[in-house]
């Protein structure tokens, strides 16, 4: 799985598509996340710490985050 890292150090990519393709991995990770929240999976999974390494990818390339909270899982 591609990882936001991956998508940090890719010299290929410009800023804005670096943006875009973590925003899209956010939003694949908050649906992992909410299905397992909702599923009863094992919520040690790995899935908060791509999320947090995914928002952290975002506030490095200065992007504009919408607020994180329950509401945006």
Known sequence: MLEANDILTD???SREQKIARLKELLSEARGLQRAATEGGMDPDDGVTRNLRDIELALDQLNAEQPE???ATL
Request: no cysteine; net charge neutral; hydrophobic share 65%.
């Open 68 to 70: 994180a909270g329950a």
């Open 11 to 13: 010299a290929g990519l």
